[in-house]
T-cell receptor
Framework: NAGVTQTPKFRILKIGQSMTLQCTQD?????MYWYRQDPGMGLKLIYY???????DKGEVPNGYNVSRSTTEDFPLRLELAAPSQTSVYFC???????????????FGPGTRLLVL | DAKTTQPNSMESNEEEPVHLPCNHS???????IHWYRQLPSQGPEYVIH???SNVNNRMASLAIAEDRKSSTLILHRATLRDAAVYYC?????????????FGKGTRLSVIA
């Protein structure tokens, strides 16, 4: 299993540009998540999805959009990039949580985004 | 969400045990205690979790206080590869889609 993969690894955007961060998992997990991590801080949840066609906002959704058309893919869209969106973005996936060790979250390697 | 309190940083010598504390005085009865760690330039990875009893796995041990208001992650022999930020997270145990809420964690430095 490749686990959770993210592309690109690094990207520089100009203010106002748009881009899509890709996330794919091959573990047949129902749940997928997008987090952002600013320097020296913990991760903050942007959006999450409990299955294909179902998404919900997290703590910091403004400026982002998501879609979930398949179990495997959960792309994150930035429509009008702003300097405040400079961050490292992590995608994660999991089975539904009910207390077992097999239901933990698996994280991708991250996408580093710089908006200038 | 119930909150956790961790020291900002800790230091350990290589091959010595490390005890990473976490306070969670407002924990509810259905909250599980999770530990994740984030190695430099990587995404977080699961370390261990527990509800009431102490837990052991190949990576670490988790000691949970009897009143559950605090817990300790124990690395039995720290290696240089264990240098990371360790996050203590409470997660409600009865809902399938409760996301993880990360604080700033404890940055562990391991000295050779």
């Amino acid at each position: 299993n490749a686990g959770v993969t993210q592309t690109p690894k690094f990207r520089i955007l100009k203010i106002g540009q748009s881009m899509t961060l890709q996330c794919t998992q091959d573990m047949n997990h129902n749940y997928m998540y997008w987090y952002r991590q600013d320097p020296g801080m913990g991760l903050k949840l942007i959006y999450y999805s409990v299955g294909a066609g179902i998404t919900d906002k997290g703590e910091v959704p403004n400026g982002y959009n998501v879609s979930r058309s398949t179990t495997e893919d959960f792309p994150l869209r930035l429509e009008l990039a702003a300097p405040s969106q400079t961050s490292v973005y992590f995608c994660a996936s999991s089975l539904p949580w009910s207390g077992g060790p097999q239901e933990t979250q698996y994280f991708g390697p991250g996408t580093r985004l710089l908006v200038l | 969400d119930a909150k956790t309190t961790q020291p900002n940083s800790m230091e350990s010598n290589e091959e010595e045990p490390v005890h990473l504390p976490c306070n969670h005085s407002t924990i509810s009865g259905t909250d599980y205690i999770h530990w994740y760690r984030q190695l430099p330039s990587q995404g977080p990875e699961y370390v261990i979790h527990g509800l009431t009893s102490n837990v052991n796995n190949r990576m670490a041990s988790l000691a949970i206080a009897e009143d559950r208001k605090s817990s300790t992650l124990i690395l039995h022999r720290a290696t240089l590869r264990d240098a990371a930020v360790y996050y203590c997270i409470l997660r409600e145990g009865t809902s399938g889609n409760t996301p993880l809420v990360f604080g700033k964690g404890t940055r562990l430095s391991v000295i050779a």
